[in-house]
């Protein structure tokens, strides 16, 4: 429903029309370089919008830890745009980070899920989330939807600065049409989730690797799960994985693999068979009909098809609910996580 309420507004014949941006076609084509600052989840939301803003918009993107951002004295450039995410719009150093870019003339686009909040109303301009009020604290649905609003921004910029083709716009858009849906239909995947996430009770630790995209969204996974079970993560962009962490792989260590894209997939096989040569247990997510994978990994979770862009916030779902059930399993608060905030104001 958040992904839906956020993205039908904007979809209109064929359209997308963020009027709430406040940018003429003249402003957005003059945009040279995107900031994109936040934390926690809204961050990895941040690096997908880098891998999809580039790859498809061709505007070249900077994702800034607001904590970081606001410290290290960054060089701005004219014609730049910050875009802050925030689900709350009250995170300190989120709003901290806002205002250190107005200060140095950037224009500032928030992207915000509760109405009237400090960074809503500091920001030039606010597109809203319509993810409905966050009951619990670790961040989902918000998540998902500004996954979606990242995707629309993108799809407007791309559009109007003319480097996609009309059907490659229209493909797109046909595919951001159909997420609501598919999301929903992977909500009943969760009692073969449940099953699986109850083997791993008693882990001690776990890891995500995916490439690109696949890495994204890899460490929300890794967050989701870390946040709300207490059992230990790390997500690695899997070609990292000899430079470090594939010492730390011993039998039965759960190795969440994400492959959703096709181009990368032999060399996500590999890294596969690396850690499994290691013990390790393999639970691949993968799009439909990939036999290699099927062959390669222990355990395989499927989603729909959608454009290689937008596979995040399929791919999210099983994630999320793997966290969630291993939480609920373990006997804990998933909604009220020890020590952590809804929204970190200091
Ligand atoms: C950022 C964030 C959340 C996380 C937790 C603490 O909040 O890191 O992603 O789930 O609630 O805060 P926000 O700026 O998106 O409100």
Redesign the pocket.
Known sequence: KAVRDTLNPRLKDKEINIEELGMSDEDICKIKKILII??????HAGITGKYVLEGLARIPVEVDLASEFRYRNPIYEPDSLAII???????AD?LAALREAKNHGVRVLGIVNVVGSSIAREADNVMYTWAGPEIS???TK??SAQLAALYLLTLKFAKVRGVITQDRYLSLQSDLIQLPEQIENLLGMKEKIQRFANRYLAADHMFFIGRGIDYAISLEGSLKLK?ISYIHSEAYAAGELKHGTISLIEDNTLVVALATQEQLYPKTISNIVEVKTRGAFVLAVTNFGHKEIEKNADYVIYIPKTDNFFTNSLAIVPLQLFAYYISLGRGLDVDKPRN?????TV
């Open positions: 936040a934390c926690g989840s809204a961050y995410i925030s689900q709350s719009g009250e995170t989120s604290v670790a961040t918000a998540y946040e952590l905030a809804k929204s970190v």
